[in-house]
């Protein structure tokens, strides 16, 4: 698709919207293929698209296809959406209900039958090293943003200090991670809602708030480096107590870390 075929069909498809649901959003969206025009939606000189005025690692070049869902009157659970299709069967959503205008950074991202949240979405499309394919998502200063690929068993390189928050969120495919010694932090509700069973953490420091919660872990050893476990961080896991915790630091495992509880409990937990 070029510049001037997606331009021509993203207005399209926004005043299609903008009469279903009667929210004026071309009112103040500029929607432009010239990258020096300063546009909400469009392209800029290197191919890449522009999302809510931000570049993107998006290329033009890669997109298949746009299609959208709205509907009249209030738009609440069921939220309306733009989708962008791309190659390797990559879709990004933009998110728009009664409350909020399209974009305004509520994004979605579907790629190899997972889906990442607005968040962890936001942060992807904006890293333009990323070349969409590559497992991991680092930033530039050895972050760990998402994970992309599909294996089971994880082997985290050495050289990343940060697993960022969210960076596994809800995947269904993973069993083990091994984490290195440069890993320091792992951030908030970092595997949260992930299948992941094991992991292993060799000189980590920091565990932030939730950081496994709804994991399946069954059995997790703190190692003598961390100096800070964050609230909820072993939450509705797979152990069934603390003492599935072998626990070499000095924090202390209370009920503010760790909690068993039944299906029912994590759903209405969440």
Partial sequence: MDGTTFVEK???IIEKISQITEKSYDDWMVISDDPDCDADYG????GRLIIDGKGTNLKLSELQEIRYRAKDGWIDEDRGYISLRFVGDRGFYLYFDSFSDLGDEKYGLECKERYFDAYTVKRVIHEKDYVWGEPLVVSEDHELIAYMGGEKE???PDGITTIGPCAFPMERGIKSVILP?????????AFFSCWLEQIEMRGVEVIEEGAFFNTGIRHAVIPATVRHIGEKAFYYTGMESADCIENHSNVVIDDKIFKKSSRKEKISEQ
């Fill in 154 to 156: 994880v082997e985290i």
């Fill in 43 to 46: 392209v800029d000189k290197e």
């Fill in 181 to 189: 010694e440069s890993v320091k932090k792992i951030g908030d509700y």
């Fill in 10 to 12: 993203f207005t399209e």
